[in-house]
C-alpha cells in the first residue's frame, strides 16, 4: 500500500465511496479540505481578536468579527465535521454538503467571507477570512474540472470545415458584398 492510498483511507470519511466519482485531482480536493480546516479555526481566532475592538469603540468590527467567527465555524462544520462531533446535526449536514456540486460550496465560501472584510478592513479580517475565500476559490477551480487534452483544445479553437474561411484583411469598405452604400 502507497503512501497515498494510506493518506486516503485516513481522510476518507465514513460512508465515503473509495472511488471518486469525479476528475478532480487528488492533491485538489485535499488542498481545499485542508485549506477550510486551517482557515476555519484561523478566522475564528482572528475573529474573537476583532471583537476585542470593541474596547476601541469600533462597533462595526465588533460584527465583522462576529460574522468571521460563525463563517469559520461553518467552514469547520463542512470541511471538519470530526472536530464538532457533540452537535447532532453536524454529520447530516457534512454529507448533504459533500453531495451538492462543488461550485455550490465554493459560491458559499466566497460569499460570507466577503462581509467580515467589508465590514472591518483590517489585516485580522482580511487574512482569516481570505482563508475562506480562498478556500471557495479551490472549490471553484474543482468545479471547472480537468483541463482538456491537446489535441481537443486545438480542435476547439479551429474553426469548423464547413464555413468559408473569410479573409480578415478587407474591411467593411473594400467589401461590395456586406456594406452597399444606399
Given amino acids: 500500500m502507497s503512501f497515498a492510498e494510506k493518506l486516503t483511507a485516513i481522510m476518507q470519511r465514513p460512508g465515503q465511496d473509495p ?5 478532480v ?3 485538489m480536493k485535499y488542498a481545499g479540505r485542508g485549506l ?5 479555526f484561523v478566522a475564528i481566532a482572528l475573529g474573537v481578536m476583532n471583537c476585542a475592538s470593541i474596547v476601541l469603540g469600533q462597533v462595526d468590527c465588533l460584527i465583522g468579527g462576529l460574522w468571521q467567527m460563525v463563517a469559520g ?5 463542512v470541511e471538519a465535521p470530526c ?3 457533540f452537535i447532532d446535526f453536524v454529520q447530516n449536514m457534512a454529507e448533504f454538503a459533500d453531495r451538492r456540486p462543488y461550485w455550490n460550496r465554493g459560491a458559499l465560501y466566497v ?3 466577503l462581509p467580515a472584510i467589508f465590514l472591518c478592513p483590517s489585516l485580522s479580517s482580511i487574512f482569516g477570512s481570505g482563508l475562506i475565500f480562498t478556500t471557495g476559490v479551490i472549490y471553484g477551480l474543482m468545479a471547472l474540472g480537468k483541463k482538456g487534452s491537446r489535441q481537443d483544445m486545438a480542435a476547439m479553437a479551429s474553426p469548423p470545415a464547413s464555413t468559408p474561411q473569410a479573409d480578415h484583411n478587407t474591411t ?4 461590395p458584398d456586406v456594406w452597399r452604400p444606399t
Avoid: Q, R, T, Y
Avoid at 477550510?36 to 476555519?40: D, K, P, S, T
Avoid at 465555524?73 to 462544520?77: D, H, N, T
Fill in 19 to 23: 472511488v471518486a466519482k469525479d476528475d
Fill in 25 to 27: 485531482p487528488w492533491w
Fill in 36 to 40: 477550510g480546516c486551517v482557515g476555519g
Fill in 73 to 77: 465555524f461553518l467552514v469547520i462544520l
Fill in 83 to 85: 472536530c464538532c462531533f
Fill in 111 to 113: 460569499i460570507i467571507a
Fill in 172 to 175: 467593411l469598405m473594400e467589401d
